[in-house]
């Protein structure tokens, strides 16, 4: 029989800890859906991640002060480890529940040396952040969650409650049960028109594969690839307190057996690698003669006796070599100067239609953190993931896609949850100044210009006071010959914002009659409200 | 887990596929046929105003004084009755200043009017076209003031649109309409009064749109087609906000420099007559708004106003 052992306790602590922060990070993600006011600290999780703190501050060299609290993540990774990728890291729990459920076998077919891929990963993410890139930042683990809850998992959720709904709806037993459910959660925690998401595929497939890697090794994605704890692991290096195997050890080995990240070192006296521990406490748990415990690792009475608790602690062997770190340095510095040298770099996609505040594409660029968390709070989900419309740099960066929903002229929300600052927090009136577009009408294909059909559609949308639209009364012939009076729509472009609302509403089928194109340089209109 | 046999893997193809077959047949489109008959709308008795004409400005004490002119609530609420209220709140932009959407306090006076009519329930909705309901509701002022009357804000599902057959319309015969406007007991109409390029004005009739599906698509022919859905979606009683009209850069505003302060509530069984009434207003007659015309055309209400008996009050 085992006996009862103080880290059983523990090991729970942290378990409860991970759901709580798991669900903490599900509500936040509720919390600012599609929302015109936006819960406060929506960016909660984001404002502690160092690496984007790290990545921003680097490409913008700009102090952000919203991220400044990753420093104590930093804090209690040199006091205590990698615990943020143990106790609170969503994505790593996730990954930690759909890890095998038997007792953790060691690494299968993963060579120790592809731990190398994570710092080489986060080379490349600072050394392009060095030059104003964050494009790598899509490899944030909470950008990768984030986003792929956003734009795959949320739309579907939204589907599938819409279609079941829908289902049941007609049975008239049901009706009033659905009624009830429908008035709680549409509009308030499910929007009330289903969003849909540019590229959503792919992101599921790279998250599906991120899922699918954890059957190669528990955690692969933590052990491997993730430039955050690879962050985190070069200061865990420094780690004061460090679980340490003890005098007692029988080599039983149940703790490398439950190591979900492969910490232990059986073959060097049973060592715990504080680069790759996280802190998870498994190991302590287990151990039947209760010979792993916490030990200080006291930089100067320490030093040199014992390798279990050096300080700082040695380096491993699969640690990457310096030809390794240059050829990843130097990869990302030519990865900037080629995507920099794309045509698309040097004029996006007239398309490219920026959220307010964002239109100086450098400097937003430099800031945007690639969470996405912009595109889950605007309420129109007009705000989409840029695929390559400004060259591979911009990739999954937000944009304005009108035909999928405008910029409400009431809203702010994206400037809100922004965490980096990318789009800046502006107050209403602010907002409503910032030009993100212009409006062309294609004669061709508009109703009251190539049929003589009436509609005014755009100019009614349209939000600002005066209207950007001018109507022009013409008596034309309409296609049986009759002579019809219409108005004929003109964009007023000293007036015009870009809001997309009219293309958004315009109600010719297919390309909307009128479109909006991205302005190159950020301009204000003193618009009178 | 049990294992998966043959036998058990083509029962849960059956089941799946059976409930799926389900599903698509019960999201089938068929149009459904709503008995018009059900919702009667009251002409007055000897006594009650054919529409009526409160001034004042205080807005609540304003649409008290418009509703007993025309025989009060209770000549369109029932004990027990299922009430809608169809305000105009078409945007989440600006407060209830800018005269986009209508007055809250008009809003909030007939639902309590309502309940203390008797009434089970009351209903609050609209389908905003710029910003999302709950946003919309809450900007305009409406929320607050419905739930201070202790009525219900609905969020327009999408659950409950319906194909409608429209027998007696001219130039649609079929449209997507909210279910529950077609089936309440009583349906009241309160419109803000305010300026739209192609409409010109938009009035009661104008603001059915807010309670169907694809209203863009209506704009081909909006006169006729509004008038179409006024003889499918008969109003018991329409109330008429023109406490602050919008005089351009309608039906989005949000200058103040186009608001007036007209002080003013307008209410009848009659949504053309007014509707005729808002229009002078502005300057205009009936006859120049088309969908006030075509609905008097097609025997929906009266655009004369001489020929009506109008009671006007000061409140």
């Known amino acids: ?529 | 887990m049990r294992r998966m046999t043959r036998r058990r893997f083509l029962k849960w193809m059956v089941a799946s596929s059976g409930i799926i077959l389900w599903t698509g047949a019960c999201s089938s489109n068929a149009p459904i046929q709503i008995s018009p008959a059900r919702r009667t709308v009251p002409g007055p008795t000897s006594g009650q105003a054919y529409l009526s004409v409160a001034r004042g400005e205080d807005a609540a004490a304003v649409t008290r004084a418009a509703l007993a002119a025309v025989g009060g609530m209770g000549r369109f609420v029932k004990a027990g009755d299922d009430v809608i209220i169809k305000p105009n709140i078409c945007i989440d932009y600006h407060p209830p200043e800018y005269a986009t959407t209508t007055n809250p306090l008009v809003v909030g006076t007939l639902v309590m009017l309502c309940l203390e009519a008797g009434a089970r329930r009351v209903r609050v909705m609209d389908m905003p076209f710029g910003g999302t309901p709950e946003t919309a509701y809450a900007v305009s002022g409406i929320a607050d003031a419905t739930r201070a009357a202790r009525g219900e804000m609905e969020v327009m599902s999408p659950l409950k649109f319906v194909i409608v057959n429209i027998p007696q319309g001219r130039d649609i015969t079929q449209w997507e309409v909210y279910k529950d406007i077609l089936e309440a007991d009583v349906l009241i109409n309160v419109p803000i009064a305010k300026h739209h390029s192609l409409a010109r004005l938009s009035l009661a009739c104008k603001n059915l749109l807010g309670v169907v599906r694809y209203p863009n698509r209506m704009h081909r022919n909006l006169g006729q087609r509004l008038a179409d859905l006024a003889s499918l979606i008969k109003p018991s009683l329409t109330v008429v906000d023109a406490m602050r009209i919008l005089v351009a850069n309608g039906p989005t505003g949000g200058s103040l420099n186009d608001v007036r302060q007209t002080n003013m509530v307008i209410a009848s069984h009659d949504m053309v007559a007014a509707d005729a009434f808002a229009a002078t207003l502005f300057g205009l007659r009936g006859e120049d708004i088309a969908y006030i015309k075509l609905s008097a055309d097609m025997g929906l209400g009266t655009l004369d106003l001489n020929a009506i008996n109008i009671e006007e009050i000061n409140a």
């Open chain 1, 1 to 529: 029989m085992r006996k009862s052992n103080k880290w059983q306790l523990w090991r729970q602590v942290r378990q409860i800890c991970q759901t709580f922060f798991f669900l903490l990070f599900i509500y936040l993600l509720f919390a600012a859906l599609q929302r015109r006011v936006a819960f406060p600290l929506a960016d909660l999780f984001f404002r502690f991640d160092p690496l984007g703190a790290l990545g921003a501050m680097l490409a913008s060299r700009e102090w952000l002060p919203r991220l400044v609290l990753s420093v104590a993540t930093v804090g209690v990774t040199v006091l205590l480890g990698r615990m943020w990728c143990g106790w609170v890291c969503p994505l790593g729990t996730l990954l930690e529940w759909i890890g095998p459920a038997q007792v953790r076998r060691r690494t299968q077919g993963v060579p120790p040396r592809w731990r190398s891929g994570k710092y080489l990963i986060l080379v490349g993410v600072l050394s392009m952040a060095a030059l104003g890139s964050l494009t790598l930042l899509i490899l944030d683990p909470l950008a990768l969650f984030t986003r792929t809850m956003t734009t795959v998992v949320l739309p579907a959720l939204n589907y599938v409650v819409t279609a079941v709904l829908g289902a049941l709806y007609p049975i008239p037993l049901l009706q009033g049960v659905l009624d009830t459910v429908e008035q709680l959660v549409r509009g308030s925690m499910l929007p009330v028109k289903q969003p849909f998401f540019v590229g959503n595929l792919l992101i599921a497939s790279i998250f599906v594969l991120i899922l699918a890697l954890n059957r190669l090794a528990d955690r692969f994605w933590c052990r491997y690839l993730c430039p955050l704890g690879a962050l985190l692991a070069l200061f865990s290096r420094i780690s004061l307190l460090r679980p340490a195997v003890g005098g007692g050890c029988a080599r039983c080995g149940r703790c490398s057996n439950v190591c979900r990240v492969d910490a232990i070192e059986v073959q060097e006296d049973y060592r715990i690698v504080p680069s790759e521990c996280v802190v998870c406490l498994d190991c302590l748990a287990a151990c039947p003669e209760q010979g792993i415990g916490l030990r200080a690792a006291i930089p100067v009475s320490t030093m040199r006796v014992n390798k279990q608790i050096a300080w700082p602690a040695p380096g491993e062997s699969y640690d990457p070599s310096r030809r390794q770190l240059l050829a990843a340095l130097g990869l990302g510095v030519a990865g900037v100067v080629v995507m920099r040298t794309s045509p698309r770099a040097h004029s996006p996609d007239p398309a490219l239609i920026r959220p307010p505040g964002a239109q100086d594409e450098e400097t937003f660029l430099s800031r945007c953190l690639r969470c996405t968390q912009c595109m889950k709070v605007c309420p129109t989900s007009g705000l989409q993931p840029t695929l390559l419309q400004g060259g591979l740099e911009a990739l999954w960066t937000p944009h304005l896609v009108p035909r999928l929903g405008y910029c409400n002229y009431g809203c702010n929300a994206c400037g809100q949850v922004c965490p980096s600052g990318a789009i800046p927090p502006l107050d209403l009136e602010s907002k409503r100044r910032i030009v993100l577009g212009h409006a062309v009408i294609d004669r061709d294909r508009c109703l009251p210009w190539a049929a003589g059909i009436p509609c005014i559609v755009c100019e009614e949308m349209c939000p600002v006071a005066p209207k950007a639209i001018r109507l022009e009364e013409v008596a034309v012939l309409d296609s049986r010959g009759t002579q019809v009076v219409v108005q004929r729509p003109h964009v007023l472009g000293d007036l015009c914002i870009g809001c997309g609302i009219c293309e958004y509403q315009c109600p010719v089928e297919g390309e909307a009659a009128i479109r909006v194109f991205r302005v190159q340089t950020s301009e204000t209109k003193n618009i009178l409200i």
